[in-house]
């Protein structure tokens, strides 16, 4: 998508405007009339900012607003003109202008008002993107988001096993996404269009998890008083997600033991054999080898779910993954509450680098949430992040570069040029290191 779509029929301004443009890392087009803009929108051309003046032989800029405002309303335009006053500013704002600017102007304040306008666009662009997302999540599954090793290793191995019936046990701590993966398996293989059906084994009180996970029949208890369906059963074709493995009570495991066996069930109060056709998937925080060798856990059961066993990581592991994972629950939050997603400053973005994240994903998605609602990051300390252990010199190298040109690259917001220049190195190199390093400058753009 080309940034900017500039028209005015000066044709030193065009060259004048096109200068600074390139200068500001800024893709644009430029027309002595709109148009030919219309036409090349016709054609497929699509940019995120609409600049024009207002006096244009043929069709003038007011016209042109009057026309984008029924084909293109989502792009921002930009009117400007050497004849204006503050009725017709008023007027073209009025009739859905983003911004008017009086010739002459000074060029700084263009570039300021089109990059404001692109992130604007972007940000909408974004938005939409995730409604679609959201409306097809049952088609197209959760997520994983992340480009570190760690998480690029999880999504293959995600999407090698997930159409198996292979039962599979999730690792990870408190809020690392166990249920999201969990639901990807599931989004992805054969039996989306039957049940997922989660339980947390930690939330049911023992004397009722036998009911809860088999269902019963009428009268099997004191309080049965109509017959029913389990979360075994009620999955039944799909997946069933067992959260918090470890809080199972010792009798449930062994029952659980020979329905992960035999694929049967029976209903409390009932003999009658029930065939399962499901797949099982079961999450823990803790090492759950460790206590079934401390006989908090039953060691044969361990063994019937270790069949695959995935590993997720902690987000202090991944911290690059942190603006990206922020910025997609950024839009989240706003979709939800129908509010702006505004741009994250650089201290913020800092903070977030900063903070040890003991909550995880599920903290993250938190201070999202609380920043759309409130306006501002909050409740986040800035305790270092646990950093891997460099061995070797060139390591520690390694990183020092890193960190510099994210630095940069947050400082210039992403722009190529200015980062260019700010570390004094050709083009060419920044971009052969941002590959090394895996920086998206897109990831920057955001931050003022």
């Not at 046990?169 to 999201?180: A, R, S, V």
């Not at 009722?208 to 309080?223: D, V």
């Not at 062994?254 to 694929?263: A, G, N, T």
């Not at 609602?373 to 986040?380: A, I, M, P, Q």
Request: charged share 25%; aromatic share 6%; hydrophobic share 40%.
């Amino acid at each position: 998508m080309c940034d900017v779509f500039f028209i005015d029929d000066e044709k030193d301004l065009r060259v004048a405007i096109e200068q600074s443009f390139e200068l500001a890392d800024i893709d644009a087009r430029f027309f002595a009339c709109a148009e030919d803009a219309l036409l090349a929108l016709k054609e497929g051309e699509a940019p995120a900012v609409i600049i024009s003046d207002i006096c244009l032989p043929g069709l003038t800029g007011h016209h042109l607003l009057a026309t984008l405002t029924h084909q293109e309303p989502d792009i921002p335009v930009i009117l400007i003109t050497g004849h204006g006053d503050i009725s017709m500013a008023v007027q073209a704002m009025h009739d859905g202008a983003y911004d008017f600017i009086e010739k002459p102007f000074a060029t700084e304040r263009l570039i300021e008002t089109t990059l404001r306008a692109i992130e604007k666009r972007c940000l909408t662009i974004e938005n939409q993107k995730l409604k679609r997302s959201l409306k097809a999540s049952q088609t197209l599954g959760p997520r994983i988001i992340g480009e570190t090793l760690c998480i690029q290793q999880l999504r293959e191995t995600v999407t090698h096993i997930a159409d198996t019936n292979a039962d599979i046990l999730l690792f990870g701590e408190t809020g690392t996404g166990k249920e999201l993966i969990a639901r990807s398996l599931h989004e992805q293989s054969s039996r989306r269009e039957k049940n997922f059906v989660a339980v947390n084994c930690g939330a049911v009180p023992e004397n009722l998890i036998e009911s809860e996970l088999y269902g019963h029949e009428k009268g099997a208890f004191t309080g049965a008083e109509a017959k029913r369906i389990g979360k075994f059963e009620h999955a039944q074709g799909g997946t069933l997600f067992l959260d918090e493995i470890e809080s199972m009570p010792m009798q449930a495991q062994i029952r659980l033991l020979r329905v992960l066996q035999e694929r049967v069930i029976e209903r409390v109060g009932s003999n009658e054999l029930i065939p399962l056709d499901i797949r099982v998937i079961a999450a823990t925080k803790i090492d759950l080898k460790q206590a079934a060798a401390e006989g908090r856990f039953r060691q044969d059961l361990y063994y019937r779910l270790n069949i695959v066993t995935l590993d997720i990581p902690p987000l202090r592991e991944r911290k690059e993954d942190i603006p990206a994972l922020f910025h997609h629950f950024l839009l989240v939050a706003a979709a939800r509450y129908g509010k702006a997603a505004q741009s994250l400053s650089r201290h913020d973005l800092q903070s977030l680098l900063n903070h040890s994240w003991p909550g995880n994903v599920r903290e993250l998605r938190n201070a999202a949430e609380r920043y759309v609602l409130l306006g501002k990051l909050s409740h986040l300390t800035d305790s270092p992040l646990a950093m891997p252990a460099l061995n070797s010199l060139a390591d520690q190298v390694a990183e020092f570069e890193k960190t510099v040109i994210e630095e940069a690259l947050i400082a210039c917001g992403g722009r190529i040029n200015e980062t260019m220049d700010k570390l004094a190195i050709p083009r060419k190199t920044l971009y052969d290191k941002m590959q090394k390093y895996r920086l998206d400058k897109d990831l920057y753009k955001s931050v003022e």
